[in-house]
Each structure stands twice: as C-alpha cells, then as structure tokens.
Nanobody, 123 residues
Framework: QVQLVESGGGLVQAGGSLRLSCAAS????????MAWFRQPPGKERERVAA????????SYADSVKGRSTISRDNAKNTVYLQIDNLKPEDTAVYYC????????????????WGQGTQVTVSS
C-alpha cells in the first residue's frame, strides 16, 4: 500500500514557475514508476509526465514538453514536477500516481493516487 500526498500548488501568474511535490509513504517507493496527471475544470484527466522507478526514463505530454521536468528522490520518497513558463491553460488539479508496473508507457495502469493539489494560473 502506498499513500501519496501532493503539495506545492497555488495561484501563479502566467509566465511564472511552480514546483509540485508528492510525498509517498512506504518502504518500497523505489519499486514504483510515478506520474503526474492533471484535470482542468470540465475536462478529462491527462497524464502530464511520468518517470521510471530509477528516474532514468521520463515522458512528457506535448502540452508541457520543453517547459517541465519530472524528477524523483528515492531517498526521500518524493517525486517532483517543475513547470516553467506557466500558462492559463495549465490551470488544473494536479495528481500524482504510482504504478507497480515498470516503465513509462502511456498505457500502464496506476494503482495509487493522491488527493490532488490545485494549480491556478492567472493571465
């Protein structure tokens, strides 16, 4: 069982940056691949970024590619998402998720989810 708690959301002006954190409980964090998802108001949830258990492989949605970085610190049981040059369309609830499946394929199933953190980007 893994419990995930996101933090770092808030209100940011367009063009600014934000770093989200996701702290995981449990002793086997480094055996899970991790991802960040987001769900804008009235829209479907999308996977924003994913990272393999070792951190050696990452994947990004086109909507954030080139201005975001996903990373993890297995010693701290934490995964991060840095987004730069924020845009109003980045406004969403951001969730982190953990998967027992290795890798970063878009089709993998995520087993554990956090409660989410709101990010609002003002224009």
């Amino acid at each position: 069982q893994v419990q995930l708690v996101e933090s770092g959301g808030g209100l940011v002006q367009a063009g600014g940056s934000l770093r989200l954190s996701c702290a995981a409980s449990g002793r086997t964090f480094d055996s899970y691949s991790m991802a960040w998802f987001r769900q804008p108001p009235g829209k479907e949830r999308e996977r924003v970024a994913a990272i393999s258990w070792s951190g050696g492989s990452t994947s990004y949605a086109d909507s954030v590619k080139g201005r975001s970085t996903i990373s993890r610190d297995n010693a701290k049981n934490t995964v991060y998402l840095q987004i730069d040059n924020l845009k109003p369309e980045d406004t969403a609830v951001y969730y982190c998720a953990a998967s027992r499946f290795p890798g970063i394929a878009v089709t993998i199933k995520y087993d554990y989810w956090g409660q989410g953190t709101q990010v609002t980007v003002s224009s």
